[in-house]
C-alpha cells in the first residue's frame, strides 16, 4: 500500500453535520505548472518561516555581544518573532480565505523578506527586535496560505497525500536546519547574514509564485477581523513579557504582575470580540465544534510548548559552558536533522500500513519525552556524543513521527472556506505554544541558576548554568507526557470494520 492512500485514510472526518447541500472538500485549481513545482514553492514558502525560528539560537550569543543585550532579554530576539508570527497568524490565514491564497501569500513573502534585510542591517538591540517582529508578521501571513495552496490545488487523493506529506516533512526539518545554517553562517560570514540569506531565497520564491501558481478569488466582499488579531496580539504578548520580567526581577507587583493581567483581559475582549462583534470571526467558533480537532490543535500547542526550547539550550550550553563555536554548535544539530526525515518518514510508512493516528502520536510523543529526561542528565563535563547528540536525535526522531498524524487530525473536515483559518489555527497553535513554552522555560531555567551560590552574579558558572538548563529539559518531558495523556482521551472514531470477503457463487 503507498504512502499517499495511507495518509488519507489518516485524515479523520468529525461526525457529519445534515446539511441541504454538503460543502465539497476541496476546490481543484487549474494548474499553470506540474505539481512538484507548487509543492516546492509552499514547502520553501513553509521552510523560511520554520527555519527563522531556530536560526537565530547559534547565533544569540554573537548578536548579544555584538548589540549589548542582557541575558534575561536576549530570548526576545526569538520571542519577538514568534509572539507576532503566532498572533497574528489567523489573521492571515482569514486573509486568505477573503482576498486570495496567491496574493497573500506574495504578500506574505515580500513582508518577510524585507524585515529580514531591516534586521540583517539592525544597528542596535531595539531595532532588530522591531525587525524580528516584523519578521514575525510576514510569517504569520505567509504560513497559513503554504498548507492552503496545497489543500485547495491538489484534489482528494493520492496527489494532496503526496504535497502534504512533503509540507510536513519541511516543517519537522526546519527547525535543526536552521541551527545548522545558523552556525555556519554566523562562523564564517557573521550573524547578519542569518537573516540576509532570506533576501535571495524570498526573491526567488516571489517570482516562482507570480509565475507558477494559479489564483482562486477569495470570498471578497467582508472585512477582516483586525480588533480580533490585536487583541490576541497584545493580549498574549503582554502575558509573555509579564513571565520574562518575572525571571529577570522576580514576581513584582507592576513588573511581572500588572502585564500579565493585562494581557488577560485583553484575551477575554478577544473572545468577547469573537463572540459578539466581528462581522467575520478571527476565529470562527464552528472549526472548534469537533472535539477531535479541538484537542488536535492543544496537543499541537502543548507539543510546540515542551519542544522548541530544545535547540534554544543546546546552542547556549554548546557555546556558553562548553565554548562551542556558532559552526561548531550547528553541526551537533545534524543528527537531529536526520532523525526528524527518519520519524517523518516512518509515521508515513505506518499511517500506510494502517496504523491508527492515535497510537503514532502518542509513540513519538513517548520517544521525545524519553529524549527530554535523558538530556536533563547533562553536565558541564558530559560527552557531547551522549549527552547532547543522542538525546536531541532522540527528541527530533519522536517529533519526526508525532507531526504528521497531529497535523492530519487538525485539518480533517474542514470546508474550503475555511482552510486558511484552519490552517493559521494548526500553525498559531504549535508557535504561541513554542513562544509560551520558551518564556516560561527560559523563566525557570534562569530563577534556578540564580538560586545557587555560583550563579547569582553576573558571570554565572557553567555548573549553574547547566543546571538551569537540566530543569527546563525535564519539564518539557513532563509537558509531552501530559500531550500523550490528552491524545489518549480525545473521541477517536473507531476503527472500521474489515468488508467481508465476498463469497463466489456456486
Known amino acids: 500500500m503507498s504512502v499517499e492512500r495511507g495518509l488519507d485514510r489518516a485524515a479523520l472526518p468529525e461526525p457529519a453535520v445534515p446539511a441541504p447541500t454538503p460543502a465539497p472538500t476541496s476546490v481543484p485549481l487549474p494548474r499553470r505548472a506540474p505539481d512538484g513545482v507548487i509543492t516546492a514553492l509552499a514547502c520553501l514558502g513553509q521552510f523560511m518561516v520554520v527555519l527563522d525560528v531556530s536560526i537565530v539560537n547559534v547565533a544569540l550569543p554573537s548578536i548579544r555581544d555584538a548589540l549589548g543585550f542582557s541575558t534575561a532579554d536576549l530570548p526576545w530576539v526569538v520571542n519577538a518573532y514568534t509572539l507576532t508570527f503566532a498572533g497574528f497568524m489567523l ?84 527547525g535543526a536546519a536552521g541551527a545548522i545554517l545558523g552556525g555556519l553562517l554566523t562562523d564564517y560570514l557573521g550573524w547578519r547574514w542569518i537573516l540576509l540569506v532570506n533576501l535571495p531565497v524570498g526573491v526567488a520564491v516571489v517570482a516562482g509564485s507570480l509565475l507558477w501558481l494559479a489564483d482562486l478569488p477569495g470570498l471578497g466582499g467582508r472585512s477582516l477581523d483586525v480588533p480580533g488579531a490585536v487583541t490576541v496580539s497584545a493580549g498574549l504578548t503582554a502575558v509573555a513579557y509579564g513571565i520574562v520580567q518575572a525571571g529577570k526581577d522576580g514576581w513584582s507587583p507592576v513588573g511581572s504582575w500588572l502585564p500579565i493581567v493585562v494581557g488577560v483581559l485583553l484575551l477575554a475582549l478577544f473572545v468577547v470580540v469573537e463572540q459578539r462583534l466581528a462581522t467575520v470571526p478571527l476565529l470562527p467558533l464552528r472549526l472548534l465544534r469537533s472535539a477531535l480537532r479541538s484537542g488536535a490543535n492543544v496537543v499541537m500547542f502543548l507539543l510546540g510548548a515542551g519542544f522548541f526550547g530544545l535547540l534554544y539550550f543546546v546552542s547556549l550550553y554548546l557555546q556558553n559552558v562548553r565554548g562551542y563555536s556558532p559552526v561548531e554548535a550547528g553541526l551537533v544539530f545534524v543528527p537531529h536533522a536526520v532523525a526528524t526525515v527518519v520519524g517523518a518518514r516512518t509515521a508515513a510508512r505506518l499511517l500506510a500500513a494502517g496504523r491508527r493516528p492515535p497510537v503514532l502520536i502518542s509513540a513519538g510523543l513517548l520517544i521525545s519525552a524519553a529524549g527530554f529526561g535523558w538530556q536533563a542528565a547533562l553536565r558541564t563535563d558530559t560527552l557531547v556524543a551522549l549527552g547532547v547528540i543522542g538525546p536531541g536525535a532522540l527528541v527530533f526522531l519522536g517529533i519526526g513521527v508525532a507531526l504528521t498524524p497531529i497535523a492530519v487530525t487538525a485539518m480533517a473536515g474542514v470546508q474550503p472556506q475555511d482552510a486558511g483559518v484552519a490552517s493559521g489555527l494548526a500553525n498559531a497553535a504549535r508557535q504561541v505554544g513554542g513562544s509560551f513554552g520558551l518564556v516560561v522555560l527560559t523563566s525557570l531555567a534562569a530563577a534556578h541558576t540564580s538560586s545557587r551560590p555560583d550563579g547569582s552574579g553576573p558571570h554565572p558558572s557553567g555548573a549553574a548554568l547547566t543546571s538551569g538548563y537540566d530543569l527546563a529539559f525535564i519539564t518539557s518531558a513532563a509537558i509531552l507526557v501530559g500531550c500523550v495523556l490528552i491524545t489518549l482521551l480525545l473521541p477517536w472514531p473507531p476503527r472500521p470494520k474489515p468488508k467481508p470477503a465476498a463469497v463466489p457463487e456456486g
Do not use: N
Request: aromatic share 6%.
Open 91 to 174: 489573521l492571515g490565514g482569514r486573509a486568505a480565505d477573503l482576498y486570495g491564497r496567491k496574493r497573500v501569500f506574495v504578500a506574505g513573502v515580500a513582508l518577510f523578506t524585507v524585515a529580514s534585510v531591516l534586521g540583517g542591517a539592525a544597528p542596535s538591540a531595539g531595532v532588530l527586535v522591531a525587525a524580528r517582529a516584523l519578521q514575525g508578521l510576514g510569517a504569520a501571513i505567509l504560513a497559513p496560505c503554504t498548507l492552503t495552496i496545497l489543500t485547495t490545488t491538489f484534489p482528494e487523493g493520492a496527489r494532496r497525500a503526496r504535497a502534504i506529506a512533503a509540507w510536513t516533512m519541511v516543517g519537522a526539518v526546519g
